[in-house]
């Protein structure tokens, strides 16, 4: 049997009791190895003891996580912003972004993912997606339950010719909605994929540098096993890994 392309997932940096640690919800590990039929090594966001150009040459694509974290304003040129921030798996995730743009190998990412992509490739975040009376709200009500944060869901309406219409085949569909921040100025080169019904952007794409890449805001990991949709993310992102395009003939992000 071939061996499976091997996909790095990005770890946040977390505390267990007493100590700091290197985690990642088993959630995001599982559906991308069960349903985009890959192996997987986790990236810890250690900069001060590795470098982002050491581990990309030995991963054949990477998927940025969401995370309770936010990315620190300064990233994008602002100040100020609420926590809690993750500043070494800012600065692990922003530089494997561009070291796996340099190789041309897939980039996928999901929640903050999404939002640290873009801001990688140039573009902006806005901190008030449940607050703002211009937006319907992005995230349950304070004070919800942890699974009644990813009941909480919206349409997204598909982007005609993109990957996500193209892979679901149909041009709606509704996706949970559990974040706080979101994109402000799309960053230059990539193609809004879905939105929002308030126009927010929640899905782009790109070719970065020629690999594929691929970004949602919502979280297709939770529901992976019983949701189409979800595993149909999953399977782009094995594609991707294996070098196989993501859009017909003709088509390119």
């Known amino acids: 049997m071939s061996a ?23 959630r995001y590990v599982r559906s991308a190895m069960m349903h985009g039929d890959v192996a997987a090594l986790l990236v810890p966001s250690l900069p001060d003891l590795m470098t982002a150009a050491e581990v990309a040459p030995r991963l054949d694509g990477i998927l940025m996580t969401g995370s309770p974290s936010n990315v620190e304003p300064a990233r994008y040129g602002d100040d100020g912003g609420e926590g809690p921030f993750d500043p070494a798996r800012d600065e692990i995730a922003l530089s494997l972004i561009e070291a796996m743009g340099n190789l041309k190998r897939p980039v996928f990412g999901i929640c ?10 140039g573009g902006t975040l806005r901190r008030d997606t449940s607050a703002s009376a211009d937006l ?11 699974g009644a944060m990813f009941d909480h869901r919206h349409g997204v309406t598909l982007a005609p010719g993109g990957i996500l219409a193209a ?3 149909r041009d709606a569909l509704e996706v949970n909605s559990v974040h706080y921040q979101g994109v402000a100025t799309l960053a230059p080169g990539l193609r809004i994929e879905a939105c929002a019904p308030d126009g927010l952007v929640e899905a782009y794409s790109t070719h970065n540098n020629d690999a594929p890449l691929l970004a949602v805001q919502w979280h297709p990991e939770w529901d992976a096993d019983t949701n189409p ?19 017909s003939q003709g088509q390119r992000p």
């Open 167 to 169: 892979a679901l085949g």
């Open 4 to 26: 499976r392309p091997v996909l790095g997932i990005i770890c946040c940096t977390r505390r267990v009791g007493s100590e700091p640690a290197q985690a990642v919800m088993e």
């Open 112 to 121: 903050r993912g999404f939002q640290e992509i873009n801001v990688a490739l």
């Open 229 to 247: 949709d979800s595993k149909a993310f999953f399977a782009l992102l094995g594609r991707a890994l294996r070098g196989d395009p993501l859009t």
């Open 136 to 146: 319907i709200p992005h995230h349950a009500p304070d004070g919800a339950g942890f």
